[in-house]
C-alpha cells in the first residue's frame, strides 16, 4: 500500500517525525516499509507557467509558438506540441538546464526554426506512470490549479514533494489497507490519538427510499448493503488536491463523483460504487447469483460470460455490476449523470476472489474484500462518501440509506494473565505498563483478579486469542527492547539421522560422478504424471491449478528431469548430466478422501557428450553403461551391490523396448534404468537420452553391512575365463554363476570383452571374464584354483548352456 506522508500527517502529529524515521520505526514494529520515495527528488528547474498566447507554427501542423509567463519580466517562447495547449491555461514548464524524468536535460535550441526556451511537459514527462494520469490529459500536458502563481516551483501544486512510503500488508494486517488504519498504528506507536475530521452529511427532505428498493436474495453472500441517492450532481474533474493523493497512490483520477469512492476506499479500506441511477433503467435494485450464459460488459468495455459462481448487481432484470470487482459499462458515471446512486456493501470474500481470479480482473476494491473490511464503518465510509459528493459535486443527498442487509460489527472480548505475557515474551512487564499499550492501540481493558480483560474494537478483525495480544504488547513496546536469553531447559548437540546422513552420501557420489542437481517442479501435467510409472496410480488434480502445465503433483521425477535436459539442449549445452531428489505423490485411496502419500525419490538423466572432443581423442557420446555405471558405483558406496539386480523389461512404454531393466533390490522393485524411447525423446524435443528413477525411501530403510577386514599378506591369482552364450543372457547371471560356484577365496569377477560379429554364431555372443583368487591365511595352490575353475566351468555349461572357449 502507497501512503500519503502528508496525508497521514492530517490524521497523526508527524511534525518532529521524519518519513525515514517513521518507516524505520514502522518497520520495528510490525509493517514492514519497502521504501520511501519522492518523485521531486532529482527533478530541478520545473516551475508553474501561464500561457499568455499561443498560434499555430508557421512550419508545422502540429506544433504551436506559446509565449509563457514564467515569473519574469518578460514572457518566454517555448514551442510545444501537445494538442491541448492554450492560451489562459497554467501549466508545467522545464526550464533550460531543467532534468526531467529520465534524466533528460532540457536545452535551449530551435525546432523548424522557432527558438524554445524550455518545454511545456506533460505529467508523465516529469515522473509520472501513465496509468495515474488523469484521462483528459493522456494525450496531452496537464493544466495546473488557477491559484497556481508563475514562476514558483510546480512540487507543491501536485504534491510532488510528498514522500510515498510503500508499506508491505501481510494478509493478517488487512486493518492497515486504509489511511484510517495505518494512521492507527502510527497512534499507537507514538501514543497519539489519531484525529478523523469527516465531512458531516447534510441530507434534503426527500427520502432515498421514495427512489428506490434493494434486495438481497442471498444475505450469507451479501452481509450488508446499502445504497445512498445523491440528485442534482454535477459532473467535473476533481479538484487537484483530491486529484493528487490518488495518483500519489497509483490510481487514476476519473471524476469528482468516481474520485471520491476511490478516496473512500483509501481513506476507508471500504470499496464504494457510483451508479448513474437515471441510467439503470429501474428503480429496484436485486443482488443476485448470476445466471447461467447471462453476459456483462464491464466498465473497461469487455464481455463477460457470468456463471451461478458469480454475485451480480442487478435491475431486476439484468445485471448492471459484478459485485465487488467492476462496474457495468451501462451505468457508469459519464459526464451528463445528474443522480447518482452510491452502493456501501460486504461481499463474501472467496466468492469475489473466484470471480477475480475467473475474468482476470484484479483490483483494490477486490483485494479488500478477499482481504477482509471493517464491517463497523460500511455506513460511516458510505455517509462521508455521500457528503463529499455533495460538496464537489453540488449535489444533495435524500434522506436515509436504503439497505438490503445489515451487518453488526460488536467488539471482542480477549482475556489474558499478565503472567503469560511475560513468560512468552521473556519481560517482566508491569501491570500499568502493559495497560498502556493497550490503551495506545484503542483497546479498552479492564483487570479483573489475574486476568487483562481486553475489548478489541471491530476494526482489528485480526485479534481473537492470546497470542493476538502477546503480539501486540511485543510490536509496541518494541520488538528491539525484548531481553536476549538463553533456552531454558536441556540442550543437546545437534545430529543428522542415519537417513540424512546417507542422502548426504548419495548426494556427494553423483556430483563426484559429474551430475548436477536439478530442482524440477512438483506440479505438472496430468499426462507427463503418469509417464514412467512401474505401476499404476491415480494421479492428484488441484481444484484451482494457475495453468493446465502446471495442474497436477507429479507421480515421477523423469518427467521433469526430461524438461530441464531439453531447456538445456536447446541452449547449446553439449554435456547434460542431473540428477535430483524429491518428493512423488501417489493416491492409495479415492482421490479427496485422503492426502496422497509422498514417496522420496533419485533420478538422474545423462544427453549429449559423455567427453568432449580434445587434443587427446574424439568426442564420447552418453550411452546406457554410463547410467548403469553410475548405478553400480552408488550401490556399491551403500554396501548394496550384492542385493541389487537388473532385470530386462519391455513393458515401461516411454522407454527403449531393448534397454530398459527394472532395478530390484532383494525381492523389492525399486525403480527402472533405461534409454528414453525414440517417439518420447522427440515429444520431449531431445536427442539419445538415459534415464533411471528409484525409490530413494526403500535404499535408505536397508542398513548397510560393512565388513572390514585386514589386507590379505599373500598373493592373490588371476584366471581369465571366455564363453558363448545366448544373447538373451545377461552378464550378470554370468557373475552370479561364477560367485555361487568358485567359492570363497573369489574375491572379485570383472568382464573385459565382448564380441558379436564374424566366426560367432548368429544369436549368440562372446563373452571374457577376469576372476580373481585370494587367501588371507595362506597362499593358494594352482590345484585350489584349478578345482574352483572347474566348477566354474561346469556350472556355467549346466545352468546357462555356455560353451567354455
Not at 542415519?498 to 530442482?519: F, M
Not at 539442449?569 to 524429491?582: L, S, W
Not at 577386514?709 to 581369465?720: I, L
Request: hydrophobic residues 40%.
Amino acid at each position: 500500500m502507497l501512503v500519503s506522508y502528508k496525508w497521514l500527517s492530517e490524521l497523526v502529529d508527524l511534525s518532529n517525525i521524519s518519513p525515514k524515521e517513521l518507516g524505520d520505526t514502522m518497520s520495528i514494529t510490525g509493517i514492514e516499509v519497502e521504501g520511501i520515495e519522492v518523485l521531486a527528488e532529482n527533478l530541478k528547474k520545473i516551475v508553474v507557467g501561464e500561457v499568455l498566447s499561443c498560434v499555430d507554427h508557421p512550419d508545422s501542423d502540429h506544433l504551436h509558438i506559446c509565449q509563457v509567463n514564467i515569473g519574469e519580466e518578460e514572457p518566454t517562447q517555448i514551442v510545444c506540441g501537445a494538442p491541448n495547449v492554450k492560451a489562459g491555461i497554467k501549466v508545467i514548464v522545464a526550464l533550460p538546464g531543467a532534468r526531467i524524468a529520465g534524466n533528460t536535460k532540457i536545452k535551449k535550441g530551435k525546432i523548424r526554426g522557432e527558438v524554445s526556451h524550455g518545454m511545456i511537459c506533460s505529467l508523465e514527462e516529469i515522473g509520472y506512470s501513465d496509468s495515474v494520469i488523469p484521462k483528459e490529459y493522456s494525450e496531452g500536458i496537464q493544466y495546473l490549479p488557477t491559484e497556481a502563481v508563475p514562476g514558483e516551483e510546480v512540487f507543491s501544486y501536485l504534491d510532488m514533494d510528498d514522500a510515498i512510503i510503500e508499506l508491505s500488508i501481510t494478509p493478517n494486517r488487512a486493518d492497515a489497507l486504509s489511511m484510517r488504519g495505518v494512521a492507527h498504528e502510527v497512534a499507537a506507536i507514538y501514543r497519539q490519538e489519531p484525529n478523523f475530521n469527516e465531512e458531516v452529511l447534510v441530507e434534503v427532505p426527500r427520502l432515498a427510499s421514495d427512489k428506490i428498493s434493494v434486495t438481497v436474495e442471498n444475505k450469507e453472500l451479501v452481509p450488508a448493503y446499502q445504497i445512498r441517492i445523491i440528485e442534482n450532481v454535477t459532473v467535473a474533474p476533481s479538484p487537484q488536491w483530491l486529484q493528487n493523493r490518488l495518483m500519489n497512490a497509483g490510481i487514476r483520477p476519473i471524476n469528482n463523483v468516481v474520485d471520491v469512492t476511490n478516496y473512500i476506499l483509501l481513506q476507508y479500506g471500504q470499496p464504494l460504487h457510483a451508479f448513474d441511477y437515471d441510467r439503470l433503467g429501474s428503480q429496484e435494485l436485486v443482488i443476485r447469483a448470476a445466471k447461467e450464459n447471462e453476459r456483462l460488459v464491464t466498465l473497461d468495455g469487455e464481455t463477460r460470460n457470468l456463471t451461478p459462481e458469480n454475485i451480480v448487481i442487478t435491475n431486476g432484470k439484468v445485471p448492471h455490476a459484478l459485485a465487488g470487482v467492476m462496474g457495468g459499462l451501462d451505468s457508469e458515471i459519464i459526464e451528463t449523470s445528474t443522480t447518482v446512486a452510491l452502493e456501501a456493501a460486504l461481499f463474501d470474500g472467496l466468492y469475489v476472489r473466484r470471480t477475480s481470479k475467473q475474468f482476470n480482473l484484479r483490483s483494490e476494491s477486490s483485494a479488500r474484500f478477499e482481504k477482509g473490511t471493517n464491517h463497523a464503518t460500511i455506513s460511516e465510509a458510505c455517509d462521508v462518501a455521500a457528503a463529499m459528493i455533495a460538496k464537489l459535486a453540488g449535489g444533495e443527498v435524500l434522506t436515509g440509506a436504503v439497505a438490503g442487509s445489515e451487518v453488526t460489527a460488536e467488539p471482542v472480548e480477549v482475556s489474558i494473565t499478565l503472567e503469560r505475557i511475560n513468560s512468552y515474551l521473556g519481560t517482566d512487564l508491569s501491570e500499568a505498563v502493559v495497560q498502556e499499550i493497550f490503551t495506545a492501540l484503542g483497546f479498552s481493558s479492564e483487570v479483573r483478579g489475574e486476568r487483562f480483560h481486553v475489548t478489541v474494537p471491530p476494526r482489528r478483525w485480526d485479534i481473537r486469542i492470546e497470542a493476538d495480544l502477546i503480539e501486540e504488547v511485543a510490536r509496541i513496546y518494541g520488538y528491539n527492547n525484548l531481553p536476549s536469553t538463553l533456552p531454558s531447559g536441556e540442550t543437546v548437540a545437534g545430529s543428522l539421522t542415519t537417513g540424512q546422513r546417507k542422502t548426504r552420501k548419495i548426494r556427494h557420489l553423483l556430483e563426484g560422478n559429474g551430475l548436477s542437481e536439478a530442482i524440477s517442479y512438483a506440479l505438472t501435467t496430468e499426462e507427463k504424471a503418469r509417464q514412467f510409472m512401474i505401476e499404476e496410480s491415480i494421479p492428484t488434480r488441484l481444484n484451482w491449478p494457475m495453468t493446465e502445465d502446471r495442474s497436477t503433483l507429479r507421480m515421477n521425477l523423469t518427467s521433469g528431469l526430461l524438461e530441464d535436459v531439453a531447456y538445456n539442449i536447446a541452449r547449446k549445452n553439449q554435456q547434460v548430466a542431473f540428477y535430483e531428489i524429491g518428493n512423488v505423490f501417489h493416491q492409495t485411496d479415492e482421490v479427496g478422501k485422503e492426502l496422497p502419500v509422498e514417496e522420496q525419490h533419485l533420478a538422474i538423466a545423462l544427453a549429449g557428450d559423455w567427453l568432449l572432443q580434445d587434443w587427446q581423442g574424439k568426442a564420447e557420446k552418453v550411452t546406457y553403461f554410463h547410467a548403469k555405471g553410475i548405478l553400480d558405483h552408488l550401490f556399491t558406496s551403500l554396501d548394496l551391490a550384492d542385493q541389487v539386480t537388473y532385470t530386462p523389461t519391455s513393458e515401461l512404454k516411454e522407454l527403449h523396448p531393448g534397454r530398459t531393466a527394472i532395478v530390484s533390490l532383494g525381492e523389492q522393485v525399486i525403480g527402472f534404468i533405461g534409454q528414453v524411447h525414440p517417439s518420447t525423446a522427440k515429444a520431449y524435443d531431445l536427442p539419445e537420452t538415459y534415464v533411471a528413477e528409484l525409490n530413494l525411501a526403500a535404499i535408505l530403510e536397508v542398513e548397510s553391512r560393512f565388513v572390514f577386514q585386514t589386507v590379505s599378506k599373500f598373493p592373490s591369482v588371476s584366471r581369465d575365463i571366455a564363453m558363448l552364450v545366448a544373447e538373451t543372457v545377461s552378464s550378470q547371471q554370468i557373475i552370479q554363476e561364477i560367485e555361487a560356484a568358485a567359492g570363497k577365496h573369489l574375491t572379485e569377477v570383472a568382464i573385459f570383452d565382448v564380441y558379436q560379429g564374424s566366426n560367432i554364431e548368429a544369436g549368440h555372443k562372446s563373452l571374457a571374464y577376469h576372476l580373481t583368487f585370494a587367501n588371507p591365511e595362506a597362499t593358494l595352490t594352482d590345484e585350489e584354483i584349478n578345482k574352483a575353475m572347474e566348477k566354474v566351468t561346469k556350472r556355467l555349461t549346466e545352468e546357462l548352456k555356455a560353451v567354455i572357449r
